[in-house]
């Protein structure tokens, strides 16, 4: 005990983390480092506003509630309710969605609600395939999703596009209860009117996944799936720029009441408070002019890429994009999406190895998907763009000096804000790399 009462686990208790776990707080640092120290076009990538940092690392990770605000079955708070009904009325004025659940700790906890809500087990779904763009979670035989519902797989036509009239024919034969839009690596608007019309057609519910467009849906420059779709579901991080969890939106009570049900108590115990406080902020966010005018940025980058890889002689499926990247067949190459993105990240650049038309699964990848959310956010513009599809063109090539390319990569990196002075520009540098804790050893805290 020391003379204010203390003993040595209040002390400890009470010590920032550099002081409090050396080895937590260096690896910190360092993966700080490597994120502002490199060319992110990794599509799921992003940086939050230091505002989400602290309203997602507070206090309310003290909190344990269990259920909705005004009906909790465990724990009250008359914050934490208006906490979260802030968020979900942020939601549904971004969205324009009469219902929002901010709960989901995930897209994919999202599109299991959804699916539980809608599909009794057995029931068929009608989603994208994963090598047309579609994601795992919408019926892969790998997932709960396609282990418990009889999923059909939709995919696109020979110039990239959804065959829609595939879709209704497939919707007609297996009559499916639900039909899913959306998914990863899908580079074109989806017309939501027609396949809610097939939708409506055949008596199934329409869900639209917005996950790596929902900023754009946001800022009005993606269409709307509300209020063609019964349930739209989106990850809040990537694109929208949000702290990582889901939402799930929603036009018809009935719908949504099963929605709530379905991830709580069925999916999820208690929310995760502080990310819901981080989402209200990221949802504040996005009715802001400036971040209209970031995804317009978002939208021209991806563009400018697009057109800058072609111009380098990449083949670009669809020949460009109406979302925030694009995605390359690196086949001509002589490569598979993997050995790509070894190679870019040898050179300081990030991007994702993504399945094409006909590859057998993710193992056989065959594309490259490079998008523009993570650099847009730290100021790129087109002609950043052209320059960063040049470097990914050279580093693919046969024998690249992938050393030489890194160099030039990290020059330009480290004039981009969030890197240039840490000291001086807390802001726009999300979770300062204290020097002092990159040079501390990684041995375990005396207790
Ligand atoms: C379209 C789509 N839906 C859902 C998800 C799943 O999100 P999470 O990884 O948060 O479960 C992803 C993630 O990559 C996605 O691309």
Redesign the pocket.
Known sequence: MDERGDDDGQRHFHAPLAQADAAVARLLALESRRLVGRLELGA?ENYVSLAQQQASASALGNVTVEGYPGARFLGTSPYVDALEQLAIERACRVFGARHANVQPH????A?QAVFMAVLRPGDCVLAMGLADGG?F?HGDPATLSGQRYRAVHYGVRADGFIDEDELQALARQHRPRLIVA???AYPRAIDFARLAAIAREVGARLMA?I??VAGLVAAGLFPNPLPHADAV?T?TYKNLRGV?G?LVLTMDDALARRVDEALCPTLQGTPILGLVAGKAVALGEALTPAYADYHRRVLANARALAAALQAQGLHVQTGGTDVPFAVVDVRPLGLDGRRAAACLDACGIGANAVPLPGDADFARASGLRLGTSAVTTRGFGAVDCAQAAAWVAAALQPGSDHAHIAEAVAARVRQLPFYADPERDPVHHPIRPAAAALSRPTDPPRR
């Open positions: 799921s995930s897209g994919t906890q599109n994601h979670s959306g998914g990863s996944d996950a790596h579901t990850t990582r889901g």
